[in-house]
């Protein structure tokens, strides 16, 4: 009886809904952005969604198509939503600098359960305030402590690596993603959790997975309302997975709360602590936010979590791809390879000491070489805005509710700003090459107020890494084309092949 009186009427009522916000969006959004700018052809409902494919590797293939045949700003209507995809530096750059347009798209809302609102999804007074609390943690002087950890990660992935030196072609993605997560966890949470020699981990794995499950989940527009996706199989794991995460990172906050609260002597600005036979501590993020919250700054456990688990899941992934398609350019171009071997033979002879600071900042022409490569596979190769006011740019209003795709992946490839742009050419970013080229064109690591915070961390990694492989083995080619995915990150299908031989 219930059901069969309700269940239509409320059916009725989510329709009306429904066309009303499709009618509202398409009317206001088509009369003054979709109508002025190119794009695939729209069906009704659906628009243009069949355009794209339905995997990862279609979408990327197909945003590059699109672009190619209407333009370098152009749209496509998604159902009733209107995405514009923008990949001109001209267009680019209102958006970037602008301080009212920063809130993500709904698609990052995806990442809530279990990053919460941090500094990567949060947005308006929220998201400035965190982001003035985050800033002093990424002071070069702090970012300077975390070069030993680098050295010591580094090491032991020299040692895995041993096994592949004069052997056939293989995937180095796999035992650089590890590098990157001992890294980051001894970063951010201050934890040896050595995932190098552990593969098993169950916080690793579990990070892995709540990873995998928000790409799924972007892909597919059945599980985007929440309640759908919380009743599903793929939803249930979701939730237990977080909870692993959660459990650690609570662990983990609240002993080093403890920590701190018997080592009360130290001050926020110090970059060190006593551990308790005296010796000297590097400080890890999360030290810098208790400490912050120890002077009166007031941030919650809850505050503090979203933060740590902010830095693990936007910390490692990203430096993973840039690092290892770096380590395939090098391999796939010999002569940029020799000339970064050469840098490296002047900076450090045949000695085997380990890099310092003032060493990765003389690698010039290696820093070339990684700015190269994310040029040409940028590790966030698009990223979305959701407009809250209006733009207008060249005479196109973008108006708010439009939700704009910058691309990165797409830009970066304009012949315009970079000529024979499929060429892999370090020079490009010597300072004379770069002088004159528009302040937008280059935006691996966004731009603007909302830019990655820890560009220059992954920086002084990548260099560290790279420069730390080039000593020990020679790269050459693994000899297969890659197949180009995006997966919020960029990937490759079956992982990144390449050849190693031992320089001694
Ligand atoms: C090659 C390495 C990296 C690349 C290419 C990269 C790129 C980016 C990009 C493009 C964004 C903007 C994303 C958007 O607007 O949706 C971003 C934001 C961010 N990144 Fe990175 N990132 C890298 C490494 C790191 C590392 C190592 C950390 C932390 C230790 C980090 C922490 C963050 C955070 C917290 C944000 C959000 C900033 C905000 O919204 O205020 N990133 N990153």
């Known amino acids: 009886m219930w059901i069969t009186t309700f269940l239509p009427l409320a059916m009725l009522v989510m329709l009306i809904f429904i066309l009303q916000y499709y009618v509202f969006v398409l009317s206001r959004a088509?009369?003054?952005?979709?109508?002025?700018?190119?794009?695939?052809?729209?069906?009704?409902?659906?628009g243009a969604a069949l355009e794209f494919g339905r995997t990862p590797v279609d979408l990327l293939k197909n945003l590059v198509r699109v672009t190619k045949e209407y333009g370098y700003v152009c749209r496509a209507w998604m159902g009733p939503h209107l995405f514009v995809l923008v990949a001109d530096p001209v267009f680019i750059e209102p958006f970037f600098s602008s301080t009212v347009n920063i809130r993500k798209s709904m698609n990052y809302e995806f990442m809530n359960p279990w990053l919460g609102t941090g500094l990567l999804t949060s947005f308006g007074k929220k998201w400035?305030?965190?982001?003035?609390?985050?800033?002093?943690?990424?002071?070069?002087?702090?970012?300077?402590?975390?070069?030993?950890?680098?050295?010591?990660?580094?090491?032991?992935?020299?040692?895995?690596?041993?096994?592949?030196?004069?052997?056939?072609?293989?995937?180095?993605?796999?035992?650089?993603?590890?590098?990157?997560?001992?890294v980051i966890c001894d970063a951010a949470m201050g934890?040896?959790?050595n995932v190098q020699d552990d593969k098993n981990c169950e916080y690793v794995a579990a990070l892995h997975e709540a990873s995998e499950i928000i790409v799924k989940r972007s892909m597919s527009p059945w599980y985007?309302?929440?309640?759908?996706?919380n009743m599903s199989p793929l939803g249930r794991r979701q939730k237990a997975l977080i909870k692993t995460l959660h459990n650690m990172s609570y662990k983990v906050i609240k002993e080093r709360k403890m920590e701190l609260s018997n080592n009360g002597k130290e001050g926020a600005g110090s970059t060190e602590t006593d551990n308790d036979i005296g010796q000297k501590k590097r400080l890890a993020f999360l030290d810098m936010l208790l400490h912050y919250d120890k002077s009166g700054g007031n941030l919650s456990l809850e505050d503090i979590r979203e933060e740590?688990?902010?830095?693990?899941?936007?910390?490692?992934?990203?430096?993973?791809?840039?690092?290892?398609?770096t380590l395939w350019s090098l391999a796939e171009n010999p002569a940029c390879q020799q000339k970064a071997y050469e840098e490296l033979y002047e900076i450090f002879g045949t000695s085997d000491r380990e890099a310092t600071t003032e060493d990765l900042t003389k690698m010039k022409y290696l820093e070339c070489v990684i700015k190269e490569t994310l040029r040409l596979f940028p590790s966030v190769p698009f990223f979305l805005r959701e407009l809250d006011e209006d733009v207008k740019i060249e005479g196109v209003n973008f108006v708010a509710g439009t939700t704009v795709l910058l691309a990165p992946f797409i830009m970066h490839k304009h012949p315009q700003y970079f000529p024979n742009p499929e060429k892999f050419d370090p020079e490009r970013f010597t300072p004379e090459n770069t002088r004159g080229r528009h302040p937008y064109a280059y935006v691996p690591f966004s731009?603007?107020?909302?830019?990655?915070?820890?560009?220059?961390?992954?920086?002084?990694?990548?260099?560290?890494?790279?420069?730390?492989?080039?000593?020990?083995?020679?790269?050459?080619?693994?000899?297969r084309e890659n197949v180009y995915s995006v997966e919020l990150i960029l990937r490759t299908?079956?992982?990144?092949?390449?050849?190693?031989?031992?320089?001694?």
Do not use: W
Not at 30 to 46: E, V
Not at 224 to 229: R, S, W
């Open 308 to 325: 740590v688990d902010t830095f693990m899941f936007e910390g490692h992934d990203t430096t993973s791809s840039g690092l290892s398609f």
């Open 30 to 46: 088509a009369r003054i952005t979709g109508n002025f700018l190119p794009g695939p052809k729209s069906l009704p409902i659906i």
């Open 128 to 182: 400035k305030s965190r982001r003035k609390i985050i800033t002093p943690t990424f002071h070069f002087k702090i970012l300077e402590g975390f070069v030993d950890s680098f050295n010591t990660q580094g090491n032991t992935l020299i040692k895995k690596l041993k096994k592949h030196a004069g052997g056939p072609a293989f995937d180095i993605y796999k035992y650089i993603n590890l590098y990157t997560l001992d």
């Open 224 to 229: 985007f309302p929440e309640f759908i996706f």
């Open 447 to 479: 731009a603007g107020p909302r830019n990655c915070i820890g560009q220059k961390f992954a920086m002084m990694e990548m260099k560290a890494a790279v420069s730390k492989i080039l000593r020990n083995y020679k790269l050459s080619s693994g000899g």
């Open 493 to 504: 299908v079956g992982g990144i092949h390449i050849k190693l031989e031992n320089r001694k």
């Open 191 to 193: 934890l040896q959790l």
